[in-house]
T-cell receptor, first 111, second 113 residues
Framework: AQSVTQPDIHITVSEGASLELRCNYS??????LFWYVQSPGQGLQLLLK??????LVQGIKGFEAEFKRSQSSFNLRKPSVHWSDAAEYFC?????????FGTGTSLTVIP | DAGVIQSPRHEVTEMGQEVTLRCKPI?????LFWYRQTMMRGLELLIY????????DSGMPEDRFSAKMPNASFSTLKIQPSEPRDSAVYFC???????????FGPGTRLLVL
């Protein structure tokens, strides 16, 4: 069965530090891959997506993600975190007629 | 563009009552999605429409749930009768077509007492 795993429920980083959020998926073929961010009380906003081509994808707000087929991973990175990045981050996989979201990683940014 | 519009933003109802959630997708988008978000189960896709036609409703939890899309600019998600375990945030999202970027509405926070 298809699945999306975000192993880190909660991460705390200092402002200015680098960030990596992990995402692993289980699917036979290469799915469509997405990262969304959700601020409290808000809907989800797309950060970036991967369909094909270059495995390093640039997104909004300075985020990037790298697709690694051999590891079935699509980790999200940011070189320097800002306090406004504190939010919930969701990895998602689109396959066939279905979308699967990970359980999310909550990011806290400390001054 | 106003983005995806959902109404109501909050709904409090009593068990057994009918609840109707509404969604207006972004103009020109051909795909519409209904999601449910809870602490226990995270974000779940309930149903998705393409060109107003339901394509996959395998995520709809029970027969108490139904969704319609009578035209390209309006969709409803109905729960009848509602139960306390239906309490959640329900999101509507739309995209130009399936696989493209989904744009989410602000959600409807439902509380069933």
């Amino acid at each position: 069965a298809q699945s999306v795993t975000q192993p880190d429920i909660h991460i705390t980083v200092s402002e200015g530090a680098s960030l990596e959020l992990r995402c692993n998926y289980s699917y036979g073929a290469t799915p469509y891959l997405f990262w969304y961010v959700q601020s409290p009380g808000q809907g989800l906003q797309l950060l970036l997506k991967y369909f094909s081509g270059d495995t390093l994808v640039q997104g909004i707000k300075g985020f990037e993600a790298e697709f690694k087929r051999s590891q079935s991973s699509f980790n999200l990175r940011k070189p320097s975190v800002h306090w406004s990045d504190a939010a919930e981050y969701f990895c998602a996989v689109g396959t066939g007629n279905q979308f699967y979201f990970g359980t999310g990683t909550s990011l806290t940014v400390i001054p | 563009d106003a983005g995806v519009i959902q109404s109501p933003r909050h709904e409090v109802t009593e068990m057994g009552q009918e609840v109707t959630l509404r969604c207006k997708p972004i103009s020109g988008h051909n795909s519409l999605f209904w999601y449910r978000q809870t602490m226990m189960r995270g974000l779940e896709l309930l149903i998705y429409f393409n060109n107003n036609v339901p394509i996959d409703d395998s995520g709809m939890p029970e027969d108490r749930f139904s969704a319609k899309m009578p035209n390209a600019s309006f969709s409803t998600l109905k729960i009848q009768p509602s139960e306390p375990r239906d309490s959640a945030v329900y999101f509507c999202a739309s995209s130009r077509f399936w696989g493209e970027t989904q744009y989410f509405g602000p959600g409807t926070r439902l509380l069933v007492l």
